[in-house]
Structure formats: structure tokens, C-alpha cells
């Protein structure tokens, strides 16, 4: 029986999954294989190897928002910047030797002060009734 001018239902086809989908990823395992064909890297490309390597970028990106996250808390902010990146990635030992060199726009610098510009104070406590004669 044909209503408003369609035609009967189909039945309904199994929905498509995606390769990201189908592997438990949320990186896009088919942007990933394309990304690879296109870069002359080989003449052929596994999907295997674009599902690892989407798993290896989704891990990396995980591990560098959770360290900026704590660091955007640390700060009381709510959203997270660049420099909140640039600490998270520069206080990760692991993280600094994968990006060595790398410069994050608006980054700015790890904090440190040089022990002999700190006061007397704070470089330690001195002990107790030394006189500065006995020191010469």
C-alpha cells in the first residue's frame, strides 16, 4: 500500500560504523589512513596501521589535556591556554624529550630563579649562633 505518493519501507539496512567506530577510538582512523596515502610515506597503507596510529595520537592528546587540565586547576581557571600547555609539557619528563625544541605560541617560560639571586632567607638556615667572624 503506497502512502502520500512513497513507496513501501524498506527494511531497514544495518547502519554504516566507521573505522574509528568499529576499533573504540574517537580520532578519526579514516582521516588518519588518507593523511598517510597522501603523505608517500609507502605505496600502500594497512588499515592497521592507521588504527594504531590513530590510538597512539588519541593517547598522546589525552595525556597532554589531562596535564594542562591539572595545570588550568592549579591556576583556578576554567579554560585552558597555552600556557597551561606549555607548563604541562615542559614539567612531563617524558613529554619533554618527545618535543625537545618545539615552541608553543604564547607559551611563555618555565619559572625558575637561580639560587644565588634568592634571598639569605630562603637559600637555608645557617646554623644556630655562627658568627660571621668565625666564617673568615
Request: aromatic share 4%; no cysteine; net charge positive.
Given at each position: 500500500m503506497i502512502r502520500n505518493g512513497k513507496s513501501p519501507a524498506k527494511s531497514a539496512a544495518p547502519k554504516r560504523l566507521?573505522?574509528?567506530?568499529?576499533s573504540g577510538l574517537q580520532f578519526p582512523v579514516g582521516r588518519v589512513r588518507s593523511q598517510l596515502q597522501r603523505g608517500n610515506y609507502a605505496d600502500r597503507v594497512m588499515i592497521g596501521s592507521a588504527v594504531f596510529l590513530s590510538a597512539v595520537l588519541?593517547?598522546?592528546?589525552?595525556?597532554?589535556?589531562?596535564l594542562a587540565g591539572n595545570a588550568a586547576r592549579d591556576n583556578?581557571?576554567?579554560r585552558i591556554i597555552p600556557r597551561h600547555l606549555q607548563l604541562?609539557?615542559?614539567?612531563?619528563?617524558?613529554?619533554t624529550?618527545?618535543?625537545p625544541n618545539v615552541t608553543i605560541s604564547e607559551g611563555g617560560v618555565l619559572p625558575f630563579i637561580h639560587q644565588e639571586l634568592l634571598?639569605?632567607?630562603?637559600?637555608?638556615?645557617?646554623?644556630?649562633?655562627?658568627?660571621?667572624?668565625?666564617?673568615?
Amino acid at each position: 500500500m503506497i502512502r502520500n505518493g512513497k513507496s513501501p519501507a524498506k527494511s531497514a539496512a544495518p547502519k554504516r560504523l566507521t573505522l574509528a567506530v568499529r576499533s573504540g577510538l574517537q580520532f578519526p582512523v579514516g582521516r588518519v589512513r588518507s593523511q598517510l596515502q597522501r603523505g608517500n610515506y609507502a605505496d600502500r597503507v594497512m588499515i592497521g596501521s592507521a588504527v594504531f596510529l590513530s590510538a597512539v595520537l588519541e593517547y598522546l592528546v589525552a595525556e597532554v589535556l589531562e596535564l594542562a587540565g591539572n595545570a588550568a586547576r592549579d591556576n583556578r581557571k576554567q579554560r585552558i591556554i597555552p600556557r597551561h600547555l606549555q607548563l604541562a609539557i615542559r614539567n612531563d619528563e617524558e613529554l619533554t624529550r618527545l618535543i625537545p625544541n618545539v615552541t608553543i605560541s604564547e607559551g611563555g617560560v618555565l619559572p625558575f630563579i637561580h639560587q644565588e639571586l634568592l634571598p639569605e632567607k630562603s637559600r637555608g638556615k645557617k646554623k644556630a649562633g655562627s658568627n660571621h667572624s668565625e666564617d673568615l
